[in-house]
C-alpha cells in the first residue's frame, strides 16, 4: 500500500505536497517522496523515512513550482532497502514524464520482457512501478507520434495501459510542459479521489483527508478505468479508458489501511467500521452469551469504532484496557546480528484494572499471522482477565493480497489451513469469534449502492482480474526482498505503524 497525491495550482506547492503526505503518512513508511515542476524543468528529492525526516528546510526550497506530485510508500515489490525504489520515477522520453503509484501489477514479468524484447526500454530497479511508467510512456509516444502532445493522444495511451497492464494502480504522474495526469485500474481496487480549492487549485490524492486537510474540496472519486488531464492552468478533462470498468474497491481499506475520516467511493471508513460492528453482534451472540462477557476491550487503534459499536448493541461496557505506545523507534543492532524482534508488549501496555477478574471480549479489526493476537491475549490473562475472548472485525484471512498490501505467503496466514477450533486453541483465547464476509460485504456496501463488488481476495481466494494462480502468487513472492537483517532495520508489523486515527 502507499500514498499519492498530485496539485496544480497558481502559486507553489512544495509545503502543500508535503502536507498531504503528512496526512497519508499511514499509507506507507518506508519512503516519501516529492516531484515539482517550474517551467519545463523538474525537482525532486525521495529518501527512505517518514515524511518529517526526509524533508528539511533546504530541500523544501529546491522543490519550486506551482504543479508537483508526491508518494509515501510501503514497499509490496522490489526491494524493501534499496533507495532508487522510492518513488516518484523519472523518464526522459518521451516529453519528461514523472509518476507515482499505489498498487501492484501482476503480470510485470510479462511486461518486462515486453519492455526489453519489443518496446525497447530499459528498467533499472525490480520496482513495478517503474515498469508501469515506461509502460505509459511508451503508449504516449506511440499516440502521439512525435507531434505536440493532445489529450487524446494521453487518453489512447491510457487505453492502451489498461489493454498491456493487469493488477491494481491508482496512478498520479506529470507530463513536462503538458500537465498532470491521474487515473485508475478499471476495477477501482486501489482508491483515489479529487477536488478543488477555493482558489481553483487542483488536488487528486489516494484519500479525501489529505484534500479536506489542506483545504480542499473533495468533488468525486476517480472512476475505475478513468483517465483525468489537469492542464497546468488548471482547467480538466475526463475521459473512460477502459472496455468494462466496474467498481470493485479493495475491503481492507475500510477493515484496516485507511484512515476513519476518509471517504472512499462514497463509503465513509468510519461508518463502514460500524457497521462491522452491528454485524459482528450477532456472531458474537451464537458463540459466547452476552453475560458471559464483563467489558469489550479494542486492541488500538482500528478496530475502535466496531468495538464500540458492538458493545453498544450487545449492551456491555466498552473499557479502553490497552495503551499504545506511539513513540516506539527503530530496533538498532550490529551488522551480522539477526533482525530482533520487537515485543508487542514494547507497543501495548494493558491497564491492570480493566482485567483483573473479569471476562474480556478483545476486539481486532483482523487477524493475519495470529503471532501478534496470541500475545495480547496472553498480556490480558497476566493482566488477571477470568477469560478471554477474541473478536475479529473481519473474517478468516486465508489468501494473500496481490494487489498491493503487504500480507504474508500463504504458509503464515494463521488461518491458512486451520479450522477456527484450531485457531482458537493456537492463539491460546477461550473463545474466537470472526466476522461473515457475507455479511461484511452487504453491510459495507449497503453505504453506496453504486458499488458493483469488493475485491476480498484475501478472504474468499477470488482475484478480481481473473488472472491469478497458485503459480502466479508464488511468482510474485519469488525474488521480494524483505529486508537482510542489516542495522537500521525495523519492525514493519502492523502494531509498530503509525495508525490511521493518530494522524
Not at 509545503?15 to 517550474?38: C, E, K
Not at 504543479?67 to 520515477?89: D, H, K, W
Not at 478468516?396 to 500480507?407: A, E, F, L
Not at 503464515?412 to 470472526?434: K, N, P, S
Amino acid at each position: 500500500m502507499c500514498g499519492v497525491v498530485g496539485t496544480v495550482g497558481q502559486t507553489p506547492v512544495n509545503q502543500l505536497i508535503y502536507d498531504a503526505l503528512l496526512l497519508l503518512q499511514h499509507r506507507g513508511q518506508d519512503a516519501a517522496g516529492i516531484v515539482t515542476q517550474d517551467g519545463r524543468k523538474f525537482f525532486m528529492h525521495k529518501a527512505k523515512g517518514m515524511v518529517r525526516d526526509v524533508f528539511r528546510t533546504r530541500n523544501m526550497r529546491a522543490l519550486p513550482g506551482s504543479i508537483g506530485l508526491g508518494q509515501v510508500r510501503y514497499p509490496t515489490a522490489g526491494s524493501v532497502s534499496s533507495e532508487e525504489e522510492a518513488q516518484p520515477f523519472y523518464v526522459n522520453a518521451p516529453f519528461g514524464i514523472v509518476m507515482v503509484h499505489n498498487g501492484n501489477l501482476t503480470n510485470v514479468r510479462q511486461l518486462r520482457r515486453e519492455l526489453f524484447d519489443t518496446d525497447h526500454r530499459h528498467t533499472n530497479t525490480e520496482s513495478d512501478s517503474e515498469v508501469l511508467l515506461n509502460v505509459l510512456a511508451h503508449e504516449i509516444a506511440r499516440a502521439s507520434s512525435g507531434a505536440p502532445l493532445q489529450d487524446e493522444d494521453v487518453f489512447q495511451a491510457v487505453r492502451e495501459v489498461h489493454r498491456r497492464v493487469k493488477g491494481s494502480y491508482a496512478v498520479v504522474a506529470l507530463i513536462s510542459g503538458f500537465g498532470l495526469l491521474a487515473f485508475r485500474d478499471p476495477f477501482g481496487i486501489r482508491p483515489l479521489c479529487m477536488g478543488r480549492a477555493d482558489d481553483g487549485a487542483f488536488m487528486v490524492a489516494s484519500e479525501s483527508v489529505a484534500l479536506e486537510g489542506t483545504m480542499f474540496h473533495l468533488e468525486r472519486d476517480v472512476a475505475p478505468g478513468e483517465a483525468v488531464i489537469v492542464r497546468t492552468d488548471g482547467s480538466l478533462r475526463a475521459a473512460q479508458c477502459a472496455e468494462h470498468g466496474t467498481l470493485h474497491p479493495c475491503m481492507f481499506e475500510y477493515v484496516y489501511l485507511a484512515r476513519p475520516d476518509s471517504v472512499m467511493d462514497g463509503i465513509s471508513v468510519y461508518q463502514a467500521r460500524l457497521n462491522m460492528g452491528e454485524t459482528l453482534a450477532k456472531r458474537v451472540v451464537s458463540t459466547v452469551p452476552p453475560n458471559q462477557i464483563d467489558a469489550i476491550i479494542p486492541v488500538p487503534e482500528s478496530s475502535r469504532p466496531s468495538a464500540m459499536q458492538l458493545a453498544q448493541r450487545l449492551g456491555i461496557p466498552y473499557r479502553e484496557g490497552f495503551v499504545k505506545n506511539r513513540y516506539v523507534g527503530r530496533t538498532f543492532i550490529m551488522p551480522g546480528q539477526a533482525t530482533r524482534k520487537k515485543s508487542v508488549r514494547q507497543k501495548l501496555n494493558a491497564i491492570a484494572s480493566e482485567f483483573k477478574g473479569r471476562r474480556v471480549l478483545l476486539v481486532d479489526d483482523s487477524i493475519v499471522r495470529g503471532t501478534t493476537s496470541k500475545e495480547i491475549v496472553q498480556m490480558a490473562r497476566d493482566a488477571g482477565a477470568a477469560k478471554v475472548y477474541l473478536a475479529s472485525a473481519a473474517p478468516p484471512v486465508r489468501h494473500p493480497n496481490v494487489y498491493g498490501i503487504d500480507m504474508p505467503t500463504r504458509e503464515e496466514l494463521v488461518a491458512h489451513g486451520r479450522t477456527v477450533e484450531e485457531i482458537r486453541q493456537w492463539i491460546g483465547v477461550d473463545a474466537l469469534i470472526y466476522q461473515d464476509l457475507e455479511a461484511m460485504k452487504q453491510t459495507v456496501g449497503a453505504i453506496n449502492a453504486q458499488i458493483d463488488g469488493f475485491e476480498a481476495s484475501c478472504f474468499d481466494g477470488k482475484y478480481v482480474t481473473g488472472d491469478i494462480s497458485d503459480e502466479s502468487v508464488a511468482a510474485l513472492n519469488t525474488g521480494r526482498d524483505r529486508g537482510d537483517g542489516e542495522e537500521g532495520d525495523e519492525d514493519t508489523s502492523r502494531l509498530s505503524l503509525p495508525n490511521a486515527q493518530e494522524g
